[in-house]
């Protein structure tokens, strides 16, 4: 179960994101361990409640455990960007689809725990508003579309695994199959040339 309370401020060292990555990082391990060990079907993990309802019958211990390395990967991302000292994620951190989901996952971890916080009275009320504009400005600059929002569209299902559509509406790594396709080989956002090509 997914459980804390984020500190949030005006930068990334203090939004709460790399901590919450944490706890969504050690949630998704206890996924994988409790389907390795069968004690829980993959509708029953916390992976599932934020991953398209269309694909269960796919998703396996095999998928969890690459999930969880894509979760594993953005929560680096994210800790070696606060050392790094970047006021926010650059939107050529996340390198597929599924480092996106994990990344959304992460920031409505993040809501959550705010929330909480508040609730418990850990957060107060006066600074809810601000922390909640933090993690909203890190959902506006660390994604260059919403694309995988039509994962979970019913309607849009059978669009986004058609070759045809999917080349048409010009989709990057929407299918099933492409989830863990890198969308550029070999990039690392960290290194000098990479803010080149983005200023450029």
Not at 145 to 156: G, I, M, T, V
Not at 169 to 184: I, K
Request: aromatic fraction near 10%.
């Amino acid at each position: 179960m997914l459980a804390g309370t984020p500190s949030c401020a005006r930068q990334l060292r203090n939004s709460g994101a790399p901590g919450t990555s944490d706890v969504v990082v050690d949630a998704f391990r206890e996924d994988v361990r409790a389907l390795r060990a069968g004690e829980a079907g993959f509708a029953d993990t916390s992976m599932f409640a934020h991953l398209p309802p269309l694909h269960l019958a796919r998703y396996d211990v095999d998928f969890a455990d690459r999930f969880l390395a894509a979760t594993e990967a953005v929560a680096g991302k994210l800790r070696r960007a606060r050392q790094a000292g970047w006021p926010y994620p650059s939107e050529d951190l996340l390198g597929s689809v599924a480092e996106e989901r994990a990344m959304e996952e992460i920031l409505a971890q993040a809501d959550a725990h705010l929330e909480l916080g508040v609730e418990v009275g850990d957060i107060s009320c006066e600074r809810e508003p601000g922390l909640a504009e933090d993690i909203e400005t890190l959902r506006e600059v660390s994604f260059k579309d919403r694309d995988f929002e039509w994962l979970f569209q019913p309607a849009a299902h059978g669009l986004v695994e058609d070759l045809r559509v999917d080349a048409q509406l010009r989709f990057m790594n929407l299918r099933f199959a492409e989830w863990f396709r890198p969308f550029w080989e070999g990039f690392d956002p960290f290194r000098p040339e990479a803010e080149d090509c983005e200023s450029g």
